[in-house]
């Protein structure tokens, strides 16, 4: 039996999918501390926009990844079609996935930072969340600090080469 949907596309072949659910649109700069116990209060605004559960995993330049789930697998998943025949896909995804773990915020929005992620990331109470698109970024606050600084000297310059490609 056909949907209302399908009828009305069967009757005006002109007639728009639905769109697909765009994945939220993390932005913004925080700074919460990690308690004695490993734990960050996520920010207000990102723990209604990651979700009930969320993946922390290792990222780029000593940082941790926040992911919604759906996003999370989303990239586990385009990364393991490619992986089997690339050494390069195969041993990131080794590393990638090896040090992901789900989380699901407790009552007062707060998320266990585990300490293989924390060494990783040289994460101490003093940090910075950051909102990257679709996933936000836990940096050591000098750390980020330092790589603002490196990266800021150059942002126009970056903008020439990024933004023509995205057609902004």
Do not use: H
Not at 88 to 94: G, I, P, Q, S
């Amino acid at each position: 039996m056909a949907d209302d949907s399908q009828v009305q596309n069967a009757t005006n072949p002109s007639a728009q999918p639905e769109p697909m659910a765009l994945p939220p649109l993390l932005l913004g700069t925080y700074t919460p501390k990690i308690d004695a116990k490993g734990r960050m209060a996520l920010p207000a605004k990102l723990r209604s926009q990651l979700g009930a559960g969320l993946v922390m995993a290792r990222g780029q330049e000593r940082c941790v990844y926040l992911l919604p789930q759906s996003e999370f697998r989303r990239i586990a998943i385009q990364i393991q079609r490619t992986s089997m025949g690339d050494k390069a896909a195969r041993d990131y995804l080794r590393v990638f996935l090896s040090g992901a773990v789900d989380q699901d915020p407790d009552k007062q929005g707060r998320v266990l930072v585990p300490q293989m992620l924390r060494d990783y990331a040289n994460l101490g109470d003093d940090i910075v969340v950051i909102g990257v698109g679709t996933r936000a970024e836990i940096w050591n606050r000098e750390a980020w600090e330092r790589y603002l600084n490196e990266k800021e000297q150059g942002y126009a310059d970056i903008a020439d080469d990024v933004l023509p490609v995205v057609g902004f």
